[in-house]
Each structure stands twice: as C-alpha cells, then as structure tokens.
C-alpha cells in the first residue's frame, strides 16, 4: 500500500498566503497610523507640504519592513517572493485607500509609496530569514 503524504509535505514549496495576507493588512494599518502621527507632529510644527511625499515614503517603508520581517519570521524559506507579495498587497491596500481619500486624484507619490514598500517588505523578509536563532547554553 502506497504510503499517504501529510498535507504539510505537499505544500512546502507553497508560499504562506494566509500569513502574507494578514502582515500586508497589519503594514497597511501600521502605514496609516504612521501618517496620523506625522499629521500631528506636521499640525504642531508647520512643517509646510515639501515633507509630506519624503514623509510618506520613510512611513510605507518603515510599515513594509516590519510587514516583510513578520511574514517571514515563522517559516525561513521563500524570503524575498514572499517580502515582496507582502508589500505589494501593503502598497495595493493603502494606494486604493489613499485613491478614495483623495477623491480620486493619483499623483506620482503613490508610485514612490508602491515602490518603497515593495522594497521595505522584501529586504525585511530577508533579514529576518537569515536571523540565526540565539545558542542558549
């Protein structure tokens, strides 16, 4: 009799679609928050609108990054394709987002914001897939 294969065998060359999914949404939100932030401070300050597209594209990275590492954090295979579905999915979310709240109007930051989270997320998958695990003796 042909012995089965476990379900988790079969699927490891998968990437964890579930797990990307949720870290984009979790980078989306952190994305956001970040921008609330920066608004106080910007309203405090009167920093003036030459910050806003700088400031926009540190926070999609600094969200994707933290997205990126979280996604790969678990499972250390498939770093840099699934850092980088994780900040297209980020980047996707908040530019829709970003659309409607605008009222429709796309400037050229919202490229600048895809691109930084793309590039947040996979260099975030691929520093926490080579994070060795600590030696504890």
Do not use: H, Q, W
């Amino acid at each position: 009799m042909p012995e089965k294969k476990s379900a988790r065998s079969e699927n490891k060359n998968a990437l964890p679609l579930k797990r990307i999914g949720f870290c984009s949404l979790i980078g989306a939100c952190l994305y956001f928050l970040e921008l609330v932030a920066f608004s106080a401070i910007e309203l405090k300050m009167s920093l003036g609108s030459s910050f806003y597209l700088p400031v926009g594209v540190a926070a999609a990275f600094v969200s994707a990054f933290i997205a990126g590492f979280a996604a790969v954090l678990k499972e250390k295979r498939k770093a840099l394709p699934c850092g980088a579905l994780t900040g297209a999915i980020e980047a996707l979310v908040s530019d829709v987002i970003l659309i409607f709240v605008n009222g429709g109007s796309v400037g050229k930051g919202l490229v600048f914001v895809a691109v930084a989270s793309v590039v947040g997320s996979a260099v975030g998958a691929v520093i926490a897939a080579n994070i060795k695990p600590r030696v504890r003796y």
